[in-house]
């Protein structure tokens, strides 16, 4: 009968639901599920219709199911969490709406903390029966027990989550800050001791709300106590500070502290304080965008000792370019305060500067997620240095950064080290472990690569660092652990739509391993995956270039392993399977520059031609490389020569010639440039057959390579156009040449025989 009714449930016919569930309670009143089931649907059917509609069905409806349970079942966790979280909860949302409506009352507020006391034996409930004690106690507003509660639930929390910091400091600081509230509302200390206690106890609090930081920044400020009230406003400035209400409370305590410092206040952190405000809130404290640096040089000239001067001053010189300027500016930074922000700074602008690639780091005494964080910023510098040299060094440096933040990580969680702060959760300790490892496997380090994932796996799981230990154990050569890796990631997001490229790149990487691991029938694998990726390319036509490289990236191994296994089949063989894959697929690229080679291979040259040009209409261009494009333009241009098509063959050869300069070898660039010249020896075009084969002489005296075949080919085509002007002496000259080689071409005798000296009337076309 349950199956029945949850199936109307979930398909959303709770008016039938309820009418079946009512008729089948009154021969079964004690059957559990379904009174649950009736108390949840009563819930659910009025929940379009305002929350005091809600109001009155939990009253009517909710509680009286949930009660019936707990009459003959009192353990029934489940009864006993949603007998206070549905009206607690209703109450909350009435309140924030101004209509205070209560479930609990003065008069039956025994049978609900009662409720949430059961929880307390359950260990899986006992935080939340804490949870609804506190709720209970401000909703009646009886102080003392609320503190009592809040007090007992921070134990309860110290000692549940000792082993885990972050969980541990975000389930207190749900309490404490209320405690704060709570004493600073009803006046039960004096706002000297509660200054006291703030700032005996802040050190663990954690909030990503900055607006507890501001308000306990008030409360300090309020009890003359301007220090803590300027410690309040370092922490809230690490926040997200995203919203334009935060923005204007940071820049309110930049006034606040101005006026604190007319009066004679001194403290050296609020220059950091107020500098920070003036460089990124500049308009809402109605100064210029520059006058943070004045600020900063006045603060060098009065207060030389102080690291913030240094720091700001060097940094708006940084970010304007002026890197001689900032450099010393940033190293005194680094010198009073090793900041990592300070000296991440300084080392690219002596990189930008002089091309200097600073080795030394420092230890960095900053929150191990700020280490990250400039790790990461270095990371992106990184990326956009073109010197590979360069490259390597600066990884090695970005690496020491992340090794930093990673210790820094350890030191926090395990040693108890830091104050407490919300974004030095365990998620980024993951993302430092993936960065971390990230950069020991472009420094060829896979082992501690892998080492270095997996350990991230222990703090948070995520996509991308699956897959930076799924490449770490491949590149090391651990092939077992590679699968099981593999298989992982595939149980975890194989799913998924929005990794489906990736998961197709790592599925080919999957069977590319399973080859090298000698696995059997590895090309059917290879051959049902490709499959897969063509049909997914067809039905996903809008793919964004990002998405769409991953899936390139993973049919371009299989591709390589089936072209690999197809090299050593006869001609008829391969050819047969490209062009039932091209026919199937007629907008894949790959099947076409097979075709392509083995068309050529066979000599049919308007076949060539012809999937060259699909090749490249197919291939998207900012995955073409430059020497499979060269290449492709080569064998249009040599399939038209062949044919004849020689006016065509110089159209494409002109229009591509500096690119296949660039993109080909002095080897392969003579082939193109030995078609060239002869291509404009067939137009009859002098001047660019000459001019094509003095560059094709000198790479051919340059690279020091002897006389061929291709030489010859490159000599008669300037014998012919020479002839064809007039030249013949000239002409003759270089086939005499041509002729005193051995095994030279017959031709050479034909032109011999044939090319007389033009009559005198021939130049008037008699």
Partial sequence: MYDNLEQLFYRGDLDQCIIEGEQYLL??????????????????????????????????????????????????????????????????????????????????????????????????????????????????EENKALLNSLEAAMYYAKKAHADNREVRDKNISLYWIKKIYLLDHTKMFSGEELTALIEQEYATFVSRNEYDFFNLADIAFENNAPDLSLKMMMKAIKGENSTGHVHEKLAEWHQRFAELMRNGY??????????????????????????????????????????????????????????????????????????????????????????????????????????????????????????????????EVNRIVYKQAYEAFRRYYKEGKFESNYYNDLHTRAMCCNNLAIKYSLLGDHHAAATIASEGFKY????????????????????????????????????????CSKTLCYRAKQVQLHQIMGWNDVQREAKEVLTYAYQYTIENLELDDYHYRDLEAGKNILEGIL???????????????????????????????????????????????????????????????????????????????????????????????????????????????????????????????????ERFNTIYNAEEWGYDDLVESVELAKAVVLYQAGNVKEAHTILDQVRSVV?????????KASWKKPGLFSKFGF
């Fill in 27 to 140: 021969s079964h009143p004690n059957d559990e599920e379904v009174l649950f089931l009736m108390a949840v649907a009563y819930h659910d059917i009025v929940y379009y219709d305002g929350h005091e509609a809600v109001y009155d069905a939990i009253r009517d409806y909710v509680i009286p199911y949930l009660r019936r349970i707990l009459q003959f079942n009192p353990n029934n966790q489940k009864a006993l969490y949603n007998i206070l979280n549905y009206p607690l909860g209703n109450e909350y949302t009435l309140m924030q709406i101004a209509r205070s409506k209560k479930h609990i009352t003065q008069e039956n507020k025994a049978e609900f903390i009662g409720y949430a006391e059961r929880m307390l034996d359950d260990p899986d409930y006992t935080a939340y029966g804490y949870d609804f004690l506190v709720k209970i106690y401000e909703s009646l």
């Fill in 563 to 693: 072209f690999e296994h197809l090299d050593g089949q006869d001609l008829h063989t391969r050819k047969s399977y490209y062009e039932q894959v091209a026919e199937r697929f007629p907008e894949e690229a790959n099947p076409q520059y097979a075709l392509m080679q083995i068309y050529n291979e066979e000599e049919s040259y308007g076949q060539v031609a012809l999937a060259a040009k699909r090749y490249l209409q197919n291939k998207r261009e900012f995955l073409l490389d430059a020497f499979d494009k060269a290449k492709t333009i080569y064998m249009i241009v040599k399939s038209d020569f062949l044919q004849g098509n020689y006016q065509e063959a110089a159209s494409v050869f002109s229009q591509y010639d500096a690119e296949c300069n660039e993109a080909m070898d002095p080897e392969e660039y003579v082939l193109w440039l030995s078609y060239g010249v002869r291509v404009y020896e067939k137009l009859n075009h002098k001047d660019h057959t000459l001019s094509l084969a």
């Fill in 266 to 395: 001194n403290n050296p952190d609020v220059f950091y304080y107020q500098l920070i405000i003036e460089r990124n809130y500049s308009d809402l404290i109605n100064v210029s965008a520059d006058f943070y640096y004045h600020h900063a040089l006045e603060v060098i000239n009065s207060h030389p000792e102080l690291f913030s001067g240094y720091h700001f001053a060097g940094t708006f010189l940084y970010e304007n370019e002026r890197y001689a300027e900032a450099i010393p500016l940033l190293e005194k930074a680094v010198v009073l305060s090793p900041n990592a922000t300070s000296w991440r700074r300084k080392v690219e602008s002596e990189y930008l500067l002089n091309r200097i690639v600073s080795s030394e780091v420092p230890r960095f005494p900053d929150y191990p997620a700020d280490i990250y964080n400039e790790g990461v910023c270095m990371s992106e510098f990184i990326e956009v240095i073109e010197d590979e040299n360069d490259k390597i060094q600066l990884t």
């Fill in 460 to 499: 948070s799981e995520f996509m991308e660092l699956h897959l930076v230990l799924i490449d770490a154990l491949i590149d090391g050569g651990n092939h077992e652990e590679a699968e099981e890796a593999l298989n992982n990631y595939f149980s975890n997001y194989g799913e998924s739509e929005d990794y």
């Fill in 743 to 751: 095994d030279y071409d017959p031709i050479a005798d034909e032109y």
